[in-house]
């Protein structure tokens, strides 16, 4: 399918970004959706692949790491969290010592995997149905282990309940550049159409947020673009990465400056950081 969406005029494909669509404030991408190209698949490594630099050129990427997360714990106030990510702990791990109170020295794969399902999943609404399906366990064990989470980060819980009860009295939520989106259905009599609701209300500050975030960047690297960097380009956006296409002899000075703008793009109570990658095919970069 990808060979047919070549432009004639370019020879290369050019996807239609879209900013009124998701109803968070993500981009999306669609006319191809470059968003949607599975990372871990075999099949996704082959379609990135396909995307090569020319000559003299490089594709460098550049992917906040686990932004949500560290927007959730600067919404929250949750000082576990805080701490980790300005210790640079693997958070993870840790919210695997602190929910099995273990070392995290001592922390199994089995014991991390869990927590980082949580740790995602607290975002979404985690139900100890979806966790056991995640892991493949016991709903009674997922049960066990959402228990000790939400006493372990009872300000999580207390953010959780404080989203819903404003979103309620207020009817909307705001990230925190202050973009507002309308929730309703949070009493609905349908359990199913309430619970989605309560989803939608939850996840909306923390993903949106994560969207102003890198939106702001991409508008402060742009204009850095073209004041200071001519013919350097920033090609896609993946969610919470971007792609750019530099010559070889200025990579290091556009990939000094996006590490900065990305990194400094929003001040919050956690530091924001970013993974890099260099290649000449996006497979490789990423």
Request: charged fraction near 25%; glycine fraction near 6%.
């Amino acid at each position: 399918m990808l060979p047919k969406l070549v432009n004639p005029e370019t020879g290369r494909i050019h996807t239609s970004y879209n900013q009124t669509v998701a109803a968070t404030g993500r981009l999306s991408s669609s006319d191809p959706n470059l968003q949607n190209i599975p990372v871990r698949t075999a099949e996704g490594r082959r379609i990135r692949e396909a995307f090569v630099a020319p000559e003299g050129r490089v594709l460098l990427a550049i992917d906040y790491s686990q932004i949500e997360l560290r927007v959730l714990a600067h919404l929250a106030g949750e000082g576990g969290f805080r701490r980790g990510f300005a210790e640079g702990a693997d958070i993870h791990r840790r919210t695997a010592a602190e929910v099995y109170e273990v070392m995290e020295p001592l922390v199994t794969a089995d014991q991390r995997r869990a927590a980082k399902a949580v740790n995602f999943g607290i975002v979404y609404g985690q139900t100890e149905f979806g966790l056991s399906q995640a892991l493949g366990i016991s709903r009674g064990e997922a049960r066990k282990i959402i228990g000790r989470y939400n006493e372990r980060y009872p300000e999580l819980t207390a953010f959780r309940e404080q989203v819903l009860a404003d979103a309620r009295e207020s009817g909307r939520v705001t990230t925190i550049l202050g973009r507002h989106r309308p929730i309703s259905d949070l009493s609905a009599n349908n359990r199913n159409v309430r619970m989605a609701a309560e989803r939608a209300a939850i996840n909306t500050p923390v993903q949106g947020s994560a969207a102003d975030i890198i939106k702001v960047a991409m508008v402060n690297i742009h204009r850095r673009l073209l004041d200071e960097f001519p013919g350097q380009r920033m090609i896609m956006q993946v969610h919470d990465e971007l792609v750019f296409e530099v010559e070889e002899d200025r990579l290091d000075a556009v990939r000094e400056m996006a590490v900065t703008e990305m990194e400094s793009s929003v001040t919050i109570d956690v530091p924001l950081k970013v993974d890099v990658g260099v290649a000449r095919t996006w497979a490789e970069a990423h």
